[in-house]
């Protein structure tokens, strides 16, 4: 078992659709992050958090909209998708924005864009 | 772009054998770390190791790092059916703003 957790694992959408994915971690970490990863690749960042404020945006288009609400939760909002946009999106904390610091891993929302 | 190359692409092994797994990169680091990941899971951490280190190891996991040749492996040994799983490795730098980057990763398969 993870101690970070996604849900959902599995979501289909269509373009027009909005919904979010979530992320919560219980472990006092204080730094949390986004990542995109496409079949048979690499994880890429999207986005960090530390202290609950956005500390790092990769570029990511518009349509994807980060939320920290609090220390224990990460949100992505998800808006107008485009079928490029399939792909496993991982959530990930570590216990400070520090270089230093290994990051715990959920499992994942695999996300489908019809 | 991508900062960590890894070699080789896929491996496939007996239980019971040694696998390595080699990861270059290009620019100086602060560390470089080793994560799994099993199909269809998230990544787990398995070993951080820093620019001062030259060797650490983990139960099975030995990771060796030489920054002269921009280098890194990581040898499991005694392999089991269950290290099935790609192997990343990712490096911190500081010209990469100090970010995780990952590289392209090697998929073991052990075979039992």
């Known amino acids: 078992d993870t101690e970070v957790t996604q849900t959902p694992k599995h979501l289909v959408m269509g373009m027009t659709n909005k919904k979010s994915l979530k992320c919560e971690q219980h472990?006092?970490?204080?730094?949390m992050y986004w990542y995109k990863q496409k079949a048979k690749k690499p994880p890429e960042l999207m986005f960090v958090?530390?202290?609950?404020?956005?500390?790092i945006n990769e570029s990511v288009p518009s349509r994807f909209s980060p939320e920290c609400p609090n220390s224990s939760l990460l949100n992505l909002h998800l808006h107008a998708l485009q079928p490029e946009d399939s792909a496993l999106y991982l959530c990930?904390?570590?216990?400070?924005?520090?270089?230093?610091?290994?990051?715990?891993f959920g499992d994942g929302t695999r996300l489908s864009i019809l | 772009s991508q900062q960590g190359e890894e070699d080789p692409q896929a491996l496939s092994i007996q239980e019971g054998e040694n696998a390595t797994m080699n990861c270059s990169y290009k620019?100086?680091?602060?560390?470089l770390q080793w994560y799994r990941q099993n199909s269809g899971r998230g990544l787990v951490h398995l070993i951080l190791?820093?620019?001062?280190?030259r060797e650490k190891h983990s139960g099975r996991l030995r990771v060796t790092l030489d920054t002269s040749k921009k280098s890194s492996s990581l040898l499991i040994t005694a392999s089991r059916a269950a290290d099935t799983a790609s192997y990343f490795c990712a490096t911190v730098s500081s010209q990469y703003g100090n970010k995780l980057v990952f590289g392209a990763g090697t998929i073991l398969r052990v075979k039992s």
């Open positions: 620019t100086s680091i602060n560390n």
């Open positions: 472990m006092g970490h204080r730094a």
């Open positions: 990930a904390s570590s216990r400070q924005d520090s270089s230093n610091q290994p990051q715990h």
């Open positions: 190791i820093r620019s001062n280190e």
């Open positions: 958090y530390s202290y609950e404020k956005l500390s």
